[in-house]
DNA sequence: CAGGATCCCGTTAGATACTG
DNA sequence: CAGTATCTAACGGGATCCTG
């Protein structure tokens, strides 16, 4: 989602880094584990690519809310954890998936009787 | 953001509706007049095309967030509300709301700490 | 183990023009 | 007033292969 010219909005600021496809399932998968490793998340994030994870962990890190910590070993060994920024950011997202389950046949009824009403 | 044939995930699911560009800002226009007018609306959301408008509108309305109701008059008049599955949805949206306008400083400087480590 | 590089395709969203 | 149609550039995301 390009920013316009126009003066940085916080809230599409903010949905630009969670609305993708991964992000809140990643967010989530950490809230759950506190330090996972890359391949751990790979596992637990289902359906994800590795590419995507790696994307989408650099740009959760870039924005602080996530934290990687690399180990000099052999095999390498990188943990990710959320960082105090990601962690506040759990409430208000327990509260949409909250909703999200919560509601999840309302929105599926209202699919199916705007097709009755309007077709396809 | 196709579905991949595993079971339809419910966060997923709503996400891919106000995860985009303009839901948010559209439902949370609506949360604040109650019953607004299409040129109403493509002025209270700033920046909105008339066709970004209409779609995302027609897409809000499918999933039972927005009620659309038309009159049949002389210049035609067509008024948008938030219907309850969509009122219900305004508490999670603006604790989401509230954690972006409170944290937007700590996100932009976590990505000019970024680039300064990394580099661009 | 933890990624990066490349290719490729479907979707998204902007601009513009047109309509009942 | 309240939209729709078309065209196009940009982006997201999957698959595959390669690396330190």
């Not at 809230?31 to 996972?36: D, T």
């Not at 070993?73 to 208000?92: K, M, N, Q």
Request: net charge negative; aromatic share 8%; hydrophobic share 40%.
């Amino acid at each position: 989602m390009a920013l316009p010219p126009w003066q940085p909005c916080p809230i599409r600021d903010v949905l630009d880094r969670i609305g993708d496809q991964w992000s809140l399932l990643i967010l989530e998968a950490l809230g759950r584990e506190s330090v996972m490793r890359f391949n751990e998340l790979s596992r637990e994030v289902e359906g994800i690519s590795r590419q995507m994870l790696s994307r989408t962990l650099k740009r959760l890190e870039q924005d602080g809310f996530v934290g990687r910590t690399v180990y000099a070993e052999v095999p390498p060994r990188v943990e990710y954890a959320l960082t105090e920024l990601g962690h506040s950011f759990l409430g208000p997202m327990r509260a949409l998936v909250a909703w999200a389950d919560g509601h999840h046949d309302q929105i599926r009824d209202a699919r199916t009787a705007y097709v009755a009403r309007e077709g396809s």
